[in-house]
């Protein structure tokens, strides 16, 4: 059983940054990659980013460019720098990490809150 413990949401001004964090433990080693995704109320989870253990890294469309995901590999641990934050961005993020054919792992989510 893999276990994902978030950090780092809050309320910001448009234009603004954040930072979320999110360390795993128990079966670390069966995780295949670490990312996040994000859902808005009555919307459906979205991917926001996520890499692999090799380092490949995959982002949304809208988010490339101002989101830059990280990881910490000796430490399980993923991050995800938001910069030049909207107001579209308000949503709960969700810490991710793909376990191949034990599933999925999710984190308890992060309110992001951006102000206009």
């Known amino acids: 059983q893999v276990r994902l413990v978030e950090s780092g949401g809050g309320l910001v001004r448009a234009g603004g940054s954040l930072r979320l964090s999110c360390a795993g433990s128990?079966?670390?080693?069966?995780?295949?990659?670490m990312g996040w995704y994000r859902q808005g109320l009555g919307q459906q989870r979205e991917l926001v980013a996520v890499m692999t253990n090799s380092g490949t890294t995959q982002y949304a469309d809208s988010m490339e460019g101002r989101f830059t995901i990280s990881r910490d590999n000796a430490k399980y641990t993923v991050y995800l720098q938001m910069n030049s934050l909207k107001p579209e961005d308000t949503r709960v993020y969700y810490c991710n990490a793909d376990l191949g054919v034990r599933g999925q792992a999710w984190g308890q989510g992060s309110q992001v809150t951006v102000s206009s």
């Open positions: 128990g079966s670390i080693g069966s995780i295949k990659a």
